[in-house]
């Protein structure tokens, strides 16, 4: 039978673009920590008719006709929500992250308070008041930074910063620290300090979820996390809260910022929340880290310095240019060539630029949800090695990309099915330097 059979038809062009982009996401180790492999029943409700419609408002509260089934599609994704993070409210019409966060600011803050969440550099992220984002410019933004010796937070010093600057809001949670948050310390500092408690989940919603880490819920007062990172959802995000913030919050976002919710994809989160209730998926969220730990453990027998010296989540961020002499995109370029996707980061105190910094970020969420166990991460460590040992040699590139695409020949991705790919395509242009895909 014809894959995507509408599409050949239709669009053969782009249908050709999107199985190429199944074989490049197949045939790679994808090390992106805040990427993963959605389930078949995630995409299936997220290319659903759900597309068709509009929704602007609530569950019972719309301004268009209609709303016989989305009603009941929007109140079971936000049931779950409450259910999953045990929150007094959940609103899951966000259009991804950065609309969250910016929804939360307008509900509960006027322009010129003023914001501490961790410095971008060090980890944070661009709406947690990075000085070029909205965040930084609309509000007073006091970043915190990460202890210069340890590389983790210091909470005795974020308190004593609070004292002085007197943030409305704090914002904990982070896309680049390997640690463990110690949410009550925040909740106490925001306690003394009068500020609101915003707890941005998004990179560990799975490991929470899945009881691999601490959650924020109930201290935190406001929350946002993305759906399709660790908890394996379509692109989306959500906004949880204490009873308080709930009508403040709902505003802000609808009419405030957004219209139409996606209604396709407040279906695929509810379904996300299905699958991540299910015991499977604790299973998931412990491999995560034990497979993190693991991958950790390579990369320091070959002398990398992994920032903080290691890792309690689903992330590792190491150093190339003092472990092996390379900068971090020439690094991230080398592993991408070899069949291994990661990405250049900026590590805490850098002196190189944000475009070409001195690290690299890497992550176990989909390698394990391609069922990738320790065994695998140490093979993964010393690919890595041998690649950014070797960055310039074309042949030890070629030769790991090769052995990485029969590698991961084993290894199924959830929402794909290489037999759908036979009858197409050879081998994908865009693919570059990867062996095709066979019936297994
Ligand atoms: N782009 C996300 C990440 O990679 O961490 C954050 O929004």
Known sequence: MTYLPALKKTDPKMRDLIIAEERRQWSKIRLIPSENYASSAVLEASGSVLTNIYSEGYPGKRYYEGQQITDQIETLAIERAKAAFGVDHANVQPYSGSPANMAVYTAVLQPGDTIMGLALPQGGHLTHGWKVNFSGRLYHSAPYELDPRTERLNYDQIWKQAKEVKPKLIVAGFTAYPRIIEWNRFREICDDVGAIFHADISHITGLILGGAHPSPFPMADTGITTSHKSLRGPRGAMMLCKAQYAQAVDKAIMPGLQGGPHNQTTAAIAVAFK??????????????????????????????????????????????????????????????????????????????????????????????????????????????????????????????????????????????????????????????????????
């Open 275 to 440: 699958e991540a209730s299910q015991p499977a998926f604790k299973e998931y969220a412990a491999q995560i880290v034990k497979n993190a730990k693991a991958l950790a453990d390579q990369l320091l027998k070959h002398n990398f310095r992994l920032i903080s010296g290691g890792t309690d989540n689903h992330l590792i961020l190491f150093e190339t240019f003092t472990s092996k002499g390379i900068l971090g995109r020439d690094a991230s370029r080398a592993l991408d060539r070899a069949g291994i996707v990661a990405n250049c980061n900026l590590v805490p105190f850098d002196t190189q630029t944000p475009m070409n910094p001195s690290g690299v970020r890497i992550g176990t969420p989909s390698v394990t949800s391609r069922g990738m166990k320790e065994a695998e991460m140490r093979k993964i460590g010393d690919w890595i090695n041998e690649v950014l040992t070797h960055a310039q040699d074309e042949a030890v590139l070629d030769r790991t990309a090769g052995e990485i695409a029969e590698f991961c020949r084993s290894f199924a991705c959830p929402g794909m099915d290489p037999h759908n790919w036979a009858d197409d395509l050879p081998v994908a242009a865009q693919t570059g330097k990867q062996v095709a895909m066979s019936r297994s």
